[in-house]
C-alpha cells in the first residue's frame, strides 16, 4: 500500500477537534478537510463535552491545554461514557500529561509541533481500530517478517518457529491489540503482571529486549517494537 494521504473507506468520518489555538485549528482544518474529513470545531473543554455528546463524532482530537477545564479532565468525562477514539495534542514541555492522558483512556497522542503525514497516519490508526475486532477474528497476525498464530498461541519470524515464554508472548499480544498505538508502560505492566506492578518499568525494558532479541533483525535498531521515550511502546505495522 502506498503512503498516500488519500482517505479510502474513512472518507467522511466526522472529526471533533478542540483546540483553543487558532492557527492550529487552521492548520488542522486545511489538511483534514482535503483529505475528505469532516471537521468540527470546539475551542474549550465544556464546549467540547457538549459537542461529543451532540455531534457524535467518529474521533476526538484533544488540546490538553484549554482555557477552561484541561484536556486531561475533558478525557476523564469523556471515558466515563463513550469509547470515542481520542488522539490528544501535547506541548513538548508537558511530558507528563500525555502518559496521564494516555492512562485515563486517550489512544494516542502527538506532540506540537507534528507533521500532516504522522497525523493522518495516527487519525488512520484509531479510525481503522475502531471499526475491526480484529483481536477476535483474526486467528494469524502478519507484521513485517513476524507471523503469530493467536490461536494456537505459536510465533514465527521468516519461516521458522521461534519460542517466547508466556511472558514475552502476553507483551507481544498485548502490542498485538494496540496495532499501531502507542502503549503506556503503565497500561502494559497492568495488562501483563497486574496493578500492583504499575511501578515496574524494568520489568518492561527486560523484557522487551527479550522479545526484541528473539524477533528483530537487529534489536539494537528495532523496526517495530518501538520505544516511545518517557510514555511506553508501539508496534509499529505497516498502513
Ligand atoms: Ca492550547
Known amino acids: 500500500m502506498t503512503q498516500s494521504a488519500r482517505p479510502n473507506s474513512q472518507a467522511g468520518a466526522v472529526i471533533l477537534l478542540i483546540e483553543d489555538d487558532t492557527q492550529i ?55 466515563a461514557w463513550t469509547s470515542t477514539p481520542i488522539i490528544v495534542l501535547s506541548a513538548r514541555d508537558k511530558e507528563g500529561d500525555k ?62 518457529e521461534v519460542h517466547l515464554t508466556p511472558i514475552e508472548y502476553k507483551l507481544l499480544t498485548t502490542l498485538i491489540r494496540f496495532a499501531g498505538r502507542v502503549v503506556t508502560q503503565r497500561q502494559l505492566l497492568k495488562e501483563i503482571w497486574g496493578p500492583t506492578y504499575e511501578k515496574e518499568t524494568h520489568y518492561l525494558r527486560i523484557y522487551m529486549g527479550q522479545l526484541r532479541h528473539k524477533l528483530e533483525a537487529d534489536p539494537a535498531q528495532p523496526r517495530f517494537l518501538i520505544t516511545e521515550p518517557g510514555v511506553g511502546y508501539r508496534l509499529k505495522v505497516d498502513e
Do not use: C
Not at 482535503?34 to 470545531?41: A, C, D, N, V
Not at 504522522?118 to 483474526?138: F, G
Open 25 to 79: 485549528r487552521r492548520f488542522l482544518r486545511t489538511t483534514l478537510t482535503s483529505s475528505g474529513y469532516r471537521l468540527i470545531e470546539s475551542t474549550s473543554g465544556q464546549d467540547g463535552l457538549h459537542q461529543v455528546s451532540t455531534q457524535h463524532p467518529d474521533l476526538i482530537i484533544l488540546d490538553l491545554g484549554l482555557p477552561d477545564i484541561d484536556g486531561l479532565e475533558v478525557t476523564e468525562q469523556l471515558r
Open 99 to 160: 502518559v496521564r492522558a494516555l492512562d485515563l483512556g486517550a489512544d494516542d497522542y502527538l506532540t506540537k509541533p507534528f507533521g500532516t503525514e504522522e497525523l493522518l497516519a495516527r487519525i488512520r490508526v484509531s479510525l481503522r481500530h475502531m471499526q475491526q475486532t480484529l483481536w477476535i477474528e483474526t486467528p494469524v497476525y502478519a507484521f513485517d517478517n513476524v507471523r503469530v498464530d493467536l490461536e494456537h498461541r505459536r510465533v514465527y519470524v521468516d519461516e521458522g
